[in-house]
């Protein structure tokens, strides 16, 4: 029997969404501090806003993402296979990864469906809104590198990737990926080993996961332990159906054929006001704003800041140089009077592409990059 991808989702999300509406804002079980709870079973927790004014995220601030149980991963046993259309096939340990040559990327690791719960109409999905992203210095070998000790045929097209974790049921489609051969041999990308400087925590990820710099969080496998060089495309429910993008999107809640449905690569750019919140009541005087940007594989050219909604728009200051992948900190100085204030933020990358009013909706509710707005009183 097919499995309707509509069906499929709303089935499995079900409870999630029942338990959205009821849920309180803030968790702090389980060492997670200040992450908002969008699930529990999986974990799927995001970050709050203030997480945002600073360029490297803190792990412990880091938003959550898993479509099943976090496996119990036993390190010192745990292989990585790399097999397939390959002359040599593979079975690496962490030692293994360990003596290769090591590299340090920056980049944001960013959920597609970041911005998801803000889509009107509502899509099903997790209804994440402006935190499942993050950035940080990630650690590791070059895939690359791995995947030359295999010595991949001539035929490569395509990486089928898997990790550790599995559905608790054996009807639920097993979580498999794939990347094209260019991408997966692209000199930044990593099969990672720490995040931050410090080994991948269990729920990070234990030991090693794929850093695919500047593109959607889907293809980040965690728990990896199975590469297969294909000439083909996987047909595996999360790469065909799931996790696409249609090629010319239609009007809102306006169904899309599957052959008009892609697979997502690059992240798209955005801008998120950190230091302030919806709702902030503040007083007069001088407040510095400061928020973060990015964009996939372009570095951030400008943010601008707006105080009256987007009618105006003033440049705001960048901290340090632009990056291909990372976070980019801005700052305004505001001098605020007393009033009702909406502020927006907005960013331009290097290729020029520049934040829409409105992000674009699709039956995922993937990509939202919709300018960022808060809503804030000043007292005087």
Known sequence: ??????????????GAA??????????HAKGKAELIRRTERPLNYESVRSTFTSRITPVERFYLRNHFDVPKVDVGKWRLAAHGLVEKPLSLSLADLQRMPQVKVEAVLQCAGNGRGLFRPQVPGVQWQYGAMGNAEWTGPRLKDVLALARPKQEFAFLRCQGADRPSMSTTPQFIRAIPAEKALHADTLVALKMNGKPLAPD???????????????????????LEVRADEPKEFYYNPGYRFPVMPGAPGTPIPANQMTPMTKVNVKSLLGSLSDGDRLSAGTHELVGVAFSGEAGIDRVEVSLDGGKTWTAAKLDGPSTPYGFRVFRYPWKADAGTFEIACRATDTTGATQPEVGVWNPGGYLNNAIDRVRVEVQG
């Open 204 to 226: 990070r990820g234990q030991p090693a996961r794929l850093v695919v710099p500047g593109w959607v969080g889907d293809d980040w496998m965690r728990y990896l332990t199975d």
């Open 1 to 14: 029997m097919t499995l309707d991808r509509r069906r499929f989702l709303q089935s499995a999300l079900a």
């Open 18 to 27: 029942a338990w959205w509406v009821k849920a309180p804002t803030l968790a």
